[in-house]
């Protein structure tokens, strides 16, 4: 048992110092991390919802640009 909660907690270790590294690497100005890549597409999906919040985007507003 207490080699089981060794292992799981090194796993969670290990995400946490990645995500410290991802943070720094933002911090430089890349986004091509994980945590990055998910931000941005955070972002842009916030942007096209206050545009278009009660219907969406669908397939007449993206023929209309």
């Known amino acids: 048992m207490c080699a089981a909660t060794t292992r799981r907690g090194s796993g969670v270790r290990q995400r946490v110092d ?3 590294s991802y943070f720094k690497e ?6 091509d991390t994980s945590l990055g890549l998910r931000l941005h597409l955070w972002r842009a ?4 919802y206050s545009r278009h919040p009660a219907f969406g985007w669908g397939a ?4 209309r640009r």
């Not at 933002?26 to 986004?31: A, E, K, R, V």
């Open 26 to 31: 933002l911090q430089q100005g890349n986004i």
């Open 60 to 63: 007449a507003v993206c023929r």
């Open 45 to 48: 999906s916030a942007l096209l």
């Open 18 to 20: 990645a995500t410290v």
